[in-house]
């Protein structure tokens, strides 16, 4: 399987977006990238926004090789309803536009439909369900909450399997704080798994729970957790735990390789290094 990180908040902006190479299928996940409107009471910097738009082409050049596009929930850094070409003659598969969903993201899901109308040669809500495309193995959690409660709604966690190695995309659930959405990690057992980190000052035991009681082996953690610049200094628990199992906790930039590039929390230094007019 060949797992292809394209834009993460390690890389510099809000995203999930991640490309997928399982059997002969071809799959990208969370199509989409943004940017916190304010932080530390400033705009986006112009360094931020040029970011936002490499990843944004670097996304649509995976979307037009992929056979399948997958959208597990409905905000801006995991859908993009304003360039609905992506999704032409592709499989799509979607968090449920009408169950299990708050106000704000049944509003967004509703626009999507109608930019996406006639584009994709399949459309599947996937809630729940488990696909097969080229041979890969594409199975979608329940919808759970976004974070430990379900203000901000529910998100689909989804699994890839190639037949020997599986992926577990867990989308927004903020460490999985409930039982609810650790469940389909543990019951996925994957070797490899795309966590977005809990918010500051939520318990890490859940993503211990991963660690300790599957077979991963990389455990990528990111998203939220990489908003704040101490954050390795904040999960010294899990790393521990890691390192007694083998299991390498990476950064989606450290897992390319590359120096972590927080622009986000580096936002405030940002405007003081390069000023804007």
């Given at each position: 399987?060949?797992?292809?990180?394209?834009?993460?908040?390690?890389?510099?902006t809000r995203s999930m977006?991640?490309?997928?190479?399982?059997?002969?299928?071809?799959?990208?996940?969370?199509?989409?990238?943004?940017?916190?409107?304010?932080?530390?009471?400033?705009?986006?910097?112009?360094?931020?926004?040029?970011?936002?738009?490499?990843?944004?082409?670097?996304?649509?050049?995976?979307?037009?090789?992929?056979?399948?596009?997958?959208?597990?929930?409905?905000?801006?850094?995991?859908?993009?309803?304003?360039?609905?070409?992506?999704?032409?003659?592709?499989?799509?598969?979607?968090?449920?536009?009408?169950?299990?969903?708050?106000?704000?993201?049944?509003?967004?899901?509703?626009?999507?439909?109608?930019?996406?109308?006639?584009?994709?040669?399949e459309l599947h809500f996937?809630?729940?369900?488990?696909?097969?495309?080229?041979?890969?193995?594409?199975?979608?959690?329940?919808?759970?909450?976004?974070?430990?409660?379900?203000?901000?709604?529910?998100?689909?966690?989804?699994?890839?399997?190639?037949?020997?190695?599986?992926?577990?995309?867990?989308?927004?659930?903020?460490?999985?704080?409930?039982?609810?959405?650790?469940?389909?990690?543990?019951?996925?057992?994957?070797?490899?798994?795309?966590?977005?980190?809990?918010?500051?000052?939520?318990?890490?035991?859940n993503m211990v729970r991963?660690?300790?009681?599957?077979?991963?082996?990389?455990?990528?953690?990111?998203?939220?957790?990489?908003?704040?610049?101490?954050?390795?200094?904040?999960?010294?628990?899990?790393?521990?735990?890691?390192?007694?199992?083998?299991?390498?906790?990476?950064?989606?930039?450290?897992?390319?390789?590359?120096?972590?590039?927080?622009?986000?929390?580096?936002?405030?230094?940002?405007?003081?290094?390069?000023?804007?007019?």
């Amino acid at each position: 399987m060949k797992i292809i990180p394209l834009a993460f908040d390690s890389l510099g902006t809000r995203s999930m977006a991640t490309y997928v190479e399982a059997e002969d299928c071809k799959i990208l996940i969370d199509p989409a990238v943004s940017l916190a409107g304010r932080r530390y009471g400033y705009p986006p910097h112009p360094l931020e926004i040029k970011r936002m738009d490499e990843h944004w082409a670097h996304i649509k050049g995976y979307a037009s090789i992929s056979d399948v596009l997958i959208i597990t929930h409905y905000h801006y850094d995991h859908h993009n309803p304003e360039e609905p070409e992506i999704f032409r003659d592709k499989i799509v598969f979607i968090k449920h536009p009408r169950e299990y969903i708050n106000k704000s993201q049944l509003n967004r899901a509703d626009f999507f439909l109608s930019q996406i109308k006639g584009l994709p040669k399949e459309l599947h809500f996937s809630d729940s369900k488990e696909f097969t495309v080229k041979g890969a193995k594409i199975r979608f959690s329940e919808p759970v909450p976004h974070g430990p409660t379900n203000k901000l709604g529910y998100v689909t966690e989804v699994s890839v399997f190639d037949g020997s190695y599986k992926l577990v995309h867990t989308s927004d659930i903020q460490g999985g704080i409930l039982e609810e959405q650790v469940k389909f990690l543990l019951e996925e057992d994957p070797d490899f798994v795309i966590i977005d980190g809990p918010m500051f000052g939520n318990p890490l035991q859940n993503m211990v729970r991963v660690i300790l009681r599957t077979k991963v082996r990389m455990f990528l953690i990111e998203h939220h957790y990489l908003r704040d610049l101490k954050w390795k200094d904040k999960l010294k628990e899990l790393y521990i735990e890691a390192e007694k199992k083998g299991v390498q906790v990476l950064s989606s930039a450290e897992f390319l390789g590359l120096e972590n590039d927080l622009l986000e929390a580096k936002r405030k230094q940002l405007y003081k290094e390069y000023p804007v007019e």
